[in-house]
């Protein structure tokens, strides 16, 4: 099956680190970048930070300095570092990894998201 399985959300005080980590499965071919997403109750699911088969990266403005997104290629995995957690950090993550099948034909995928919770 065409998953994305996440891991590593939980309760941590206010300057704690986690660490989020995602398993493309064997399924989904030609992958292309994979990043992380969230979303709290109410408002729009916005990128966390991504990035791409190169190597190459993207951060919310709201994250950078804080979180580091890395990825495996032979083990199809993408992780999230996320040190200095403050509590408006608290959301639903989703991973999210798009594959490119041809120049035009790409597929999204999304993982089932993971709850982190900040405390002040």
């Known amino acids: 099956q065409a998953q994305l399985v996440e891991s590593g959300g939980g309760l941590v005080q206010a300057g704690g680190s986690l660490r989020l980590s995602c398993v493309a499965s064997?399924?989904?071919?030609?992958?292309?970048?994979m990043g992380w997403y969230r979303q709290t109750p109410g408002k729009k699911r916005e990128l966390v930070a991504e990035?791409?088969?190169?190597?190459?990266?993207v951060y919310a403005d709201s994250v950078r300095g804080r979180f580091t997104v890395s990825r495996d290629g032979a083990k199809n995995t993408v992780y999230l570092q996320m040190n200095s957690l403050k509590p408006e950090d608290t959301a639903v993550y989703y991973c999210?990894?798009?594959?490119?099948?041809?120049?035009?034909?790409?597929?999204?995928?999304w993982g089932q998201g993971t709850q982190v919770t900040v405390s002040s």
């Open positions: 999210h990894a798009d594959a490119k099948h041809t120049a035009r034909v790409t597929q999204d995928y």
């Open positions: 064997e399924m989904i071919l030609n992958l292309n970048a």
């Open positions: 990035i791409t088969v190169g190597g190459s990266t």
